[in-house]
């Protein structure tokens, strides 16, 4: 597909190839958005490894960072050709016509990945690409050039090298699309709100195809600073992911204050015009500073009349409701997790996930107990709901004596992660549960 610049008075720019990348397992669902959030579809629309390519004017653009809960960014792709060595890049680099996109007084940083590049330096080749874009400045500007800020730049150029091809981007999401802008209290090791979305969609509890959400009660008995909870009561609430933040668009050339405004106040009024409802979301969590940080994080959102944040154990936390419902949690990785009653003296060392980790009363770690407890407290007291476990271990099932009915394929960053579908159904375990 190739891209064509097309300027009018009311659209900056028509059929830009976009590129939105994600976490790998993700792609479907990310393409099961797009296509609702700009109506594109068959060839304008590609599911690609770790990401979905689609054609998009710049409202397409604009629309994506403000509605997209599960891309990492939005990409503009504005060069894509083979290459054999460095000079190649300085000329594909050279012959993008970066005045269009930014002014010489603003600053940038180019960033390079690569996937199987004969090149012996990834440094110098991203040397080689920002003297290009310095040097394309300097000869159509008078000799003046952007500088390079590797921090707070006001541009981001994206490369990314294979064996044979070189592609270019220009970003116009700035930080990463997970920062929804509201999250300031946090653990160590949060979950990802772009992660946290597509475990609610593989769910089932939201659809990102429809943008509908399910009826059924959501629970994490393990929500930390209260991500998959914030999460789950934005979109009931209609709320787009970035309501609360900036994007990097609007330091670029082709932004229209104007028309940006009049799309983010026309998503905010038709959230605004969504009744509240009986709150069917909920979270607890054993630390009660990690529900603090939720509950100051959930008013940053604007959600806390959608949603109650509770301190407690998950195994003693009863159902937050009636009738059954969804768990949805991502407990904490590694050999030392919270199982003792709620967090006091013992609590505030953390285990490898990042979560905080309390003793039991006599003091013993119950790490080796935890899920084995915890499935036998579901099968008592939540008989009728599905639980989703997100785990990197792919044993977790034969730990906690139960049968997963799904299995599926996510990705917590650089962890190959599962999650697991749990059917509960009443019966006795041969573990009581922790006092």
């Not at 009863?318 to 997790?337: A, H, K, S």
């Not at 107990?369 to 009728?384: E, I, S, Y």
Request: hydrophobic share 45%; charged share 25%.
């Amino acid at each position: 597909m190739a891209g064509h610049l097309i300027f009018s008075d009311d659209e900056a720019v028509n059929e830009l190839i976009l590129f939105l990348p994600c976490a790998a397992g993700v792609e479907d669902l990310l393409a099961a958005e797009v296509h609702a959030i700009t109506g594109r579809s068959g060839d304008d629309l590609r599911v690609l490894r770790a990401g979905v390519r689609v054609m998009g004017a710049w409202r397409d653009v604009q629309a994506l960072n403000l509605k997209s809960r599960l891309a990492q960014r939005v990409l503009v792709q504005l060069a894509h050709r083979p290459y054999r060595n460095e000079a190649d890049l300085y000329e594909a680099a050279s012959g993008i016509a970066w005045e269009m996109w930014f002014q010489p007084r603003q600053t940038f940083k180019v960033e390079l990945t690569a996937q199987g590049s004969p090149l012996q330096s990834l440094n110098f080749a991203t040397l080689k690409i920002k003297d290009a874009i310095a040097d394309r400045f300097r000869a159509r500007a008078g000799g003046v050039r952007p500088s390079v800020e590797t921090r707070f730049p006001d541009v981001r150029v994206f490369a990314h090298l294979t064996a044979e091809d070189v592609t270019l981007y220009i970003d116009t999401s700035g930080e990463p699309l997970f920062k929804r802008g509201w999250r300031v209290d946090k653990g160590d090791a949060p979950l990802k709100e772009t992660l946290a979305a597509a475990m609610l969609a593989a769910s089932g509890w939201w659809d990102p195809e429809t943008g509908a959400v399910s009826d059924q009660p959501l629970y994490d008995p393990c929500c930390g600073s209260g991500t998959i909870p914030i999460e789950a009561a934005l979109l009931a609430a209609g709320v787009p992911a970035g309501a609360s933040r900036r994007f990097g668009f609007e330091a670029l050339l082709l932004h229209r204050a104007e028309l940006w405004r009049a799309m983010r106040e026309e998503a905010l009024a038709q959230a605004d015009a969504r009744p509240a409802g009986p709150v069917r979301v909920f979270g607890s969590d054993v630390s009660h500073r990690m529900v603090d940080f939720a509950q100051r994080n959930a008013e940053r959102a604007g959600v806390t009349d959608r949603l109650q944040l509770r301190g407690g154990d998950a195994l003693q936390r009863m159902p937050p409701v009636e009738g059954g419902g969804v768990i949805l949690l991502n407990p904490p990785y590694g050999e030392r997790i919270a199982v003792g009653g709620v967090a006091g003296s013992n609590a505030g060392r953390r285990g490898q996930g990042g979560r905080e980790v309390a003793q039991t009363e006599s003091g013993a770690d119950g790490g080796d107990d935890f899920f084995p407890q915890l499935a036998t407290h579901w099968k008592r007291n939540f008989a009728g709901w599905t639980a989703w476990v997100l785990t990197p271990d792919m044993k977790l099932p034969q730990r906690m004596r139960l049968k997963e009915s799904r299995r599926v394929p996510m990705w917590n960053g650089p962890i190959e992660c599962r999650l697991l579908r749990f059917d509960m159904v009443a019966g006795s375990a041969r573990t009581a549960p922790a006092a």
